[in-house]
């Protein structure tokens, strides 16, 4: 392409070009472009591309609105399915509910009816009259009193008591005339039990007291040490019942040698009267 003239060649003002014409808005005037074959197939060219370059970018525009318009579709019609799925669980989940409401309904009028025609023909007691007669016979576990305590189990703690004593008690070395002397249990015999009730706590204990001889080269010694059972109770057949756990009394300063009691009456101020509470000796059967 060959421009003869940029400005008017009349009146020097800017050129303007229509259709395949420059033309002057100034003067009026218009100049012919002298076109040669290869400026027209060149301009050719560049209108077929430029045409293909505009229908790529359309149709571009069109693919983008396409998918555009699918995407909004595909989660528009995941929605309506969500909310359809929720709506029937919904209705599922009230359905079995209304359901099972009505089958208990009917289970505990059932059951009513049932127990009413029992009142009725005096087969079944009244409601009140089975709590009432619960109530009148239940017993506080820890209510103990003597006379519940039976032989069996006085004999029963004995043993046990014995038994624990006898695991505890070994030797003591003791002191003599500035020799140390050893003294082995000999012998651990009962002395007597006790029964012993603390409102204040609710407990009830049973203290076994024994008598002990210690033997030695230089003669024998007798002492005394006691047992403790704790949380004597009535089982639910309203039996005195004991878990057999006895535990070896604390000893107080005046022990010999923190073992046992010289003074048979400070084991019993110390083992018995210090629980606190009434103590009832327990007989043993002959």
Partial sequence: MK???LTCPNCGAPLEKIGDNLCCNACGGAFAIDYDDADVEHEKLLTEDERAAREFEHEKELMQIKHQQEEEAKIAAEKREHSRQFKQKVGRTVSNKIKGLITLAIIVLFFFGCYKLGVHMGVTPKVSDII??????QKDPYSVEVGDISSELIEEM??????TMKSKKDMVTDL??????DYKIGSIEFDSI???KNPEDSKNNVVVIFKLTYNSDIGDKVTYDAVCFSDLKYDSE???ICDFDGDLMYKGSSAWHGDSY???DQC???SVSGKGGSATELKREA
Avoid: G, Q
Wanted: aromatic share 16%; no cysteine; charged share 35%.
């Fill in 3 to 5: 421009l003869v003239n």
């Fill in 132 to 137: 009432e007669s619960a109530t009148a016979t």
């Fill in 158 to 163: 004995v043993s046990s008591a014995e038994t």
């Fill in 176 to 181: 003599v005339d500035y020799e140390w002397v």
């Fill in 194 to 196: 006790y029964f012993i």
């Fill in 238 to 240: 309203d039996k005195v």
């Fill in 262 to 264: 010289e003074d048979r």
């Fill in 268 to 270: 019993y101020r110390e």
